[in-house]
Antibody, heavy 120, light 107 residues
Framework: EVQLVESGGGLVQPGGSLRLSCAAS????????MNWVRQAPGKGLEWVSY????????YYGDSVKGRFTISRDNAKNSLYLQMNGLRAEDTAVYYC?????????????WGQGTMVTVSS | DIQMTQSPSTLSASVGDRVTITCRAS??????LAWYQQKPGKAPRLLIY???NLESGVPSRFSGSGSGTEFTLTISSLQPDDFASYYC?????????FGQGTKLEIK
């Protein structure tokens, strides 16, 4: 079964750090571009970051640029999001999502999400 | 950034109705548009990609159309399972943006 499973969410104080992980299974992870998307409570979807198959091309949304770092380990079939300098407005469910094709594409597989709460 | 404007924000309809949701892009995105369905507490589900292509496993009552800056998602005959939120997404560039969402409610 094609699957993405996120982990690493939790409660963190403002200014703190957290590292999210996304474990992929059921497909050849190294051949797909990956993304992180988040959703604040009761709000819509916000794209966070993109990483190419090799990890050499990376993009970020303006709201997280300079604070978040996306990475991947193809040998471990895993995607990561290192989040530093967390703010209350970063509180959200974070999803990892697979792009269905290359060069920027729709997201065909999503994880179940992991909740990040930034609060003192 | 490319802004995506969805309308309506909320839509009340009955089982069997035909409904249409509209998404407008702030600049042309050719046909690099997707539609997603999301139910409470669940991850989004891809319905339509490249404006009009039905994702595998998605019922044929869902259809998408449009190009350039104007796009629509149509559900031909609403089923009880279709009451959910719907989002459009442009992926013309790697800097993806989503519409603000449409909540489809039972009338």
């Amino acid at each position: 079964e094609v699957q993405l499973v996120e982990s690493g969410g939790g409660l963190v104080q403002p200014g703190g750090s957290l590292r999210l992980s996304c474990a992929a299974s059921g497909f050849t992870f190294s051949t797909f571009e990956m993304n992180w998307v988040r959703q604040a409570p009761g709000k819509g979807l916000e794209w966070v970051s993109y990483i190419s198959r090799s990890g050499t091309t990376i993009y970020y949304g303006d709201s997280v640029k300079g604070r978040f770092t996306i990475s991947r380990d193809n040998a471990k079939n895993s995607l990561y999001l290192q989040m530093n300098g967390l703010r209350a407005e970063d509180t959200a469910v974070y999803y990892c999502a697979r792009a269905r094709g290359l060069g920027g594409d729709a997201f065909d597989i999503w994880g179940q999400g992991t909740m990040v709460t930034v609060s003192s | 950034d490319i802004q995506m404007t969805q309308s309506p924000s909320t839509l009340s309809a009955s089982v069997g109705d035909r409904v249409t949701i509209t998404c407008r892009a702030s600049q042309t995105i050719t046909n690099w548009l997707a539609w997603y369905q999301q139910k409470p507490g669940k991850a989004p589900r891809l319905l339509i990609y490249k404006a009009s292509n039905l994702e595998s496993g998605v019922p044929s009552r869902f259809s998408g159309s449009g190009s350039g800056t104007e796009f629509t998602l149509t559900i031909s005959s609403l089923q009880p399972d279709d009451f959910a939120s719907y989002y459009c997404q442009q992926y013309n560039r790697y800097f993806v943006t989503f519409g603000q969402g449409t909540k489809l409610e039972i009338k």
